[in-house]
């Protein structure tokens, strides 16, 4: 190996800078490693996922634990370091480690049961995925108390007249929180996270999602009332564009699908409790549509309370050379400390070779320089368009012409203001109800395959949600037909399209523009949520309940075409490991959709041909440490090595590689 040119003072300087400006608070400690090691971030065009640490000597990976210790002030862990190093090495040859970093019971038994049993995790991880859901439950409850109030507050604010005026600002009302969240909210996320760190953030946004809703029921004109929407938007966005990246950065790679896409179970969880709430006041008078706009208060409280009992994010710190606040994060964040061990030595590793790679193409990252960045530099620019298209999906699938209006939906299809409600109220329970199976299938069965799978299913429900409008009458079989068709249109939605896209953008970006990338995917999400709320009353005036949906169906049938050709699947890989996933060219990616994948699913599921395969597009590159002579021979039949090797794409020594017969599109 070639030994690296010395850097002068003023390179020193000029590489610290560009660390700061673009989160990293660290140099680059290993860039001895030649460029040869790494797979190329910008064209990875083997699609290979390589692991940093495999080909070190041990001897060699040793000093430089002992070294990264000596710099991070990490002495008192050393042991746990190196033992973790040696774990991230090579992640199924933990049992053969030997010498004085050799694993004791304990530690071996804890690793194997991060497979066997992975959903035993630390009590405090939950605490964190509980306030995250909470955040997210503030958002929900909102939709459906402004879903309610439209019944009410257009009359007492003298804007309830059929004059395209009047419905625009109807419309612009709702849309409000979404305009802030759009224009001010998102952007001022990636600041707030550069100073203040996930926790505080998300404190902040809370108190936004706070006093603006108790402002809101005190509102005496709909100008007052836009003013009080579009503060809680600035909330919105902010906790929006944090929460989901605040979840995903503190969770294991096995179940990270399952812990973010709390997000949105309980999101649903709030539309339901806003539906409740709606029902629970339409008897107290004229003044319900107050309460039902400032009931969503409720669970911005316990958020505000309890963020502060949460670590904050181990990858935060890191950005900010925090290493021993990082390593006390995670040994709150793991079961035992030689995984806590592993993950800090691990992350480190790839963030390193980010570093590398932001500092050798990217310029000075000042934040409007990294906003630019998601559009110019190939790698940002994949994750830009997948979290695009997985975000404008939500909003073309139809879901918020529900969630904004299904009150209004179903007493145009002939429901009093009551039993509009109680639907609406159906519709809510629907929604969460079915949000649980993704908690198994968003990690097995992978992000894009339960989208290609559920996206079709909600473009016929919504098409005959609409043609049952042409039913004779406006109530009974007409008005059943119609509910029960928008029912498995959210049953549909919310194993897919409704979890998945917080949780795919919270992934794809690399930790030097997770914030703005974030806070773009949101942004764009809610923008065109607030497009949605301004014209879909325009909309449902002139086309109707079925022209509305017949529209929308439409649209699923685009997303899904979108989906297949531009959405690279992330599951169970850890977030510096997909990387290499947004490393391949999207060409690359839509030749193999196309060529391979499309072909195998003729053949498999229209032609019936059980002996079809398809050869998987990435590879993870395994090759073995250079001293590392051992076999896995005698581990063949282990369950937890043969699983975890399966979970990781790994095949073993005694095995040939081999096409797979049902992989995730």
């Known amino acids: 190996m070639m030994s690296s040119p010395s850097n002068s003072p003023q390179q020193a300087e000029d590489e610290v800078e560009l660390a700061s400006n673009y989160g990293y608070s660290f140099p680059v400690e290993h860039a001895r490693r030649t460029s040869k090691t790494y797979v190329d971030l910008n064209a990875n065009i083997e699609a290979k996922i390589k692991n940093p640490l495999l080909g070190i000597p041990r001897g060699r990976l040793m000093s430089q634990v002992d070294e990264f210790c000596r710099h991070k002030g990490l002495e008192e862990y050393r042991t746990l370091i190196r033992k973790g190093a040696l774990i991230a090495q090579d992640p199924t040859g933990y049992e053969d480690i030997t010498g004085p970093e050799a694993l004791d019971e304990g530690e071996i038994e804890a690793l194997r049961n991060e497979v066997l049993h992975k959903w035993r995790v630390p009590i405090v991880l939950y605490l964190t995925i509980a306030t995250c859901s909470i955040g997210a439950a503030v958002q929900g409850w909102d939709q459906t108390g402004s879903n309610g109030a439209n019944l009410d507050f257009p009359h007492a604010y003298g804007i309830d007249g059929d004059t395209i005026h009047d419905k625009l600002l109807v419309g612009l009302v709702n849309a409000a929180p979404y305009i802030g969240t759009a224009f001010f909210g998102c952007w001022l996320s990636d600041p707030l996270n550069q100073r203040f760190g996930r926790r505080g953030t998300i404190f902040f946004a809370a108190n936004f999602c706070l006093w603006p809703i108790i402002g809101s029921a005190f509102s005496n004109s709909w100008m007052e009332l836009l003013c009080c929407r579009l503060l809680l938007g ?5 906790k929006a564009s944090t929460v989901p990246i605040f979840a995903a950065e503190n969770s294991p790679a096995p179940i990270r699908g399952a812990l973010v896409m709390s997000w949105q179970m309980w999101t649903a969880f709030g539309i339901f409790l806003g539906t409740c709430a709606n029902v629970a006041v339409t008897n107290i008078g004229g003044e319900a549509w107050r309460f039902q706009l400032g009931s969503a208060f409720i669970p911005a409280v316990p958020l505000v309370i309890l963020i502060y009992f949460c670590p904050e994010s181990p990858r935060w710190y890191m950005k900010k050379d925090r290493y021993q606040d990082a390593m006390k994060s995670l040994l709150r964040l793991r079961n035992h400390p030689v995984q806590a061990g592993r993950d800090l030595y691990y992350i480190h590793a790839q963030l390193e070779i980010e570093y590398e790679f932001v500092s050798a193409v990217f310029g000075k990252g000042t934040y409007i320089g990294r906003f630019l960045e998601l559009f110019t530099i190939p790698r940002v620019r994949r ?5 695009f298209v997985v975000m404008i999906a939500q909003q073309m699938c139809g879901i918020n012409i529900i969630a904004f209006y299904s009150t209004t939906v179903f007493v145009d299809a002939g429901a009093n203001s009551h039993t509009a409600l109680l639907a609406s109220m159906g519709f809510g329970l629907v929604n969460f109800v079915f949000a649980f199976p993704a908690l198994w299938t968003i990690d097995t069965f992978g992000r894009r395959s339960l989208l290609l799978f559920t996206f079709p299913q909600m473009a016929w429900t919504l098409l005959a949600a609409g043609l049952c409008t042409l039913i004779p009458g406006t109530g009974g079989l007409h008005l059943g037909l119609v509910a029960m068709f928008v029912y498995l249109f959210a049953a549909f939605y919310s194993p897919g399209e409704g979890p998945v896209p917080f949780t795919y953008s919270a992934e794809v970006f690399p930790l030097s523009h997770r914030e703005v990338g974030m806070a773009w995917a949101v942004a764009t999400c809610l923008f065109w949520a607030a497009v949605l709320s301004i014209t879909f009353p325009l909309m449902l005036a002139r086309l109707g309940v079925l022209g509305s949906f017949v529209l929308y169906s439409g649209f699923n049938v685009i997303a899904f075409v979108m989906i297949f050709l531009f959405l690279p699947e992330t599951k169970q890989r850890t977030l510096e490991e997909l990387d290499y996933i947004f490393a391949v060219p999207t060409s690359l990616f839509m030749k193999y ?19 079809a395969t398809l050869e998987p597009l ?22 937890v090595r043969v699983e975890l090797k399966d979970a990781l794409g790994i095949t073993s020594g005694m095995q040939a590689r081999t096409s797979v017969s049902h992989p995730s599109l």
């Open 234 to 238: 600035v909330g919105m966005g902010t």
């Open 618 to 639: 990435y590879q993870l590159d395994h090759s073995e440490p250079d001293d590392n002579h051992s076999s896995d021979a005698g581990y063949e039949n282990d369950k």
């Open 383 to 387: 994750a830009t368009l997948a979290s």
């Open 593 to 611: 959709q196309l060529t391979k994948t499309l072909p195998w699913w003729f053949k498999r599921w229209i032609l019936l041909q059980r002996d």
